[in-house]
Every structure is written in structure tokens, then in C-alpha cells.
């Protein structure tokens, strides 16, 4: 049986990760999507191990010092983290995960599991970023620069990644995810172990 492998998908704000996953997600039976653990409350309508593994700060702090987390950071006063638990159950079985996280996150990943794919998300142009960013109409101006602001920050990390895909097209980018996720169990490691057994 093949082991599953953990892909990293990081992306500036606006650039339409969520849109991409859930397209990425339908009919795939063999991907895991990551869910987080964090210490903020529950939003109307969110569910415990769908949305997110919620708990409270002393046994997020427990599980900090148990090394139980992928990664995890502080973000305006609630912790959010990457449980390992679920990361290694999902790969045991055969599926790949993926993490929808930020640069930082993903550097921390990177230095406990060095064998993570990583794949950077794009936008075609910064004037389709700010274009995005600005329609969603969800953000105030000010906010709207502060993102811009951070994704230029983040897309000089992008170089880091083992890969980059633009989403110019939503259809274009989830094809090129699973040919990269095909591509990558398609390595002699991997290859050579069913000719041993």
C-alpha cells in the first residue's frame, strides 16, 4: 500500500486558494484535507472536526509541549495549529493531505517534515490580486492595502516552494495541482519499493 504524501498550499490573500481546493477536492476519494485545531470559539454554523478542531488554551498549550503540532503560531489572541495526529492517520492509510497554510506555517512543516511538497499559488498579475481583493468587498480600503502589503512579502517566498502555479483559471490551477501530486508518486522511491516487495 502506498503512503500518502503531504502537500503544502500557500497563497497570498485574494488569490482564490479556497475556490482551487474545493475544485481539487471533487471526486477524490484518496486526498485528506488538514483540518486545524484552534482556541477561538466556534462561528454560527461551524462544526467541531469539520472546520476546525476547536479546544481551549490549556490543552492547545498541552499539546504544544506533547511536540503534537505540524506547526502552529498565535494570530490576534487565539492559537491555531497543525495537530500531527491526523496528518500521519490520513498518510498510514494512503491518502495525501494537504495544508492550506500560510508562508510561516509552512517553514515550520518544512523544518520537522523536510519531505513536504510544496506548491505556491499565484495570482496572473498583481492588478488581478488588488482587482480580487477589492470586489470581494468583504474588507475596508485600509485592510485591502494591509493584505497587498503582505502578499508582496509573500510572494518573495515563493521561490522556496517546489512549485508554482498561477490561478488564472480555476480548472488551469487544479489541473496543474494534480499533475504536480501525481508527478511526485511517480518518483523512483516510491516506484522501485513495489518492485522489492
Known amino acids: 500500500m502506498y503512503k500518502g504524501k503531504t502537500f503544502i498550499i500557500s497563497g497570498p490573500s485574494g488569490v482564490g486558494k479556497s475556490t482551487v481546493l ?53 494570530y490576534v489572541g487565539n492559537f491555531y495549529g497543525t495537530p500531527k495526529k491526523f496528518v500521519d492517520e490520513a498518510m498510514e492509510q494512503g491518502k495525501d493531505v494537504v495544508l ?39 474588507d475596508s480600503p485600509e485592510k485591502v492595502q494591509k493584505r497587498l502589503v503582505r502578499a508582496k512579502v509573500e510572494l518573495q517566498t515563493a521561490n522556496t516552494y517546489d512549485y508554482f502555479v498561477i490561478n ?4 488551469r490551477a487544479v ?6 501530486m501525481l508527478a511526485e508518486h511517480c518518483k523512483p522511491a516510491e516506484r522501485m519499493a513495489i518492485l522489492s516487495e
Request: hydrophobic share 35%; with cysteine; aromatic share 8%.
Open 100 to 138: 492550506d497554510i500560510e508562508v510561516q506555517g509552512a517553514l515550520q512543516v518544512v523544518h520537522k517534515r523536510p519531505d513536504v511538497v510544496r506548491i505556491f499559488i499565484a495570482p496572473p498579475s498583481w492588478q488581478a490580486l488588488e482587482e480580487r481583493l477589492t470586489s470581494r468587498g468583504t
Open 175 to 180: 489541473r496543474e495541482i494534480n499533475a504536480i
Open 22 to 74: 474545493k475544485e481539487l477536492f471533487q471526486d477524490r476519494d484518496d486526498l485528506c484535507f488538514s483540518v486545524s485545531a484552534t482556541t477561538r470559539p466556534p462561528r454560527p454554523g461551524e462544526i467541531n472536526g469539520v472546520h476546525y478542531h476547536f479546544t481551549d488554551v490549556d490543552e492547545f498549550r498541552k499539546m504544544i509541549s506533547e511536540d503534537a503540532f505540524l506547526e502552529y503560531a498565535e
Open 168 to 171: 488564472d483559471t480555476v480548472e
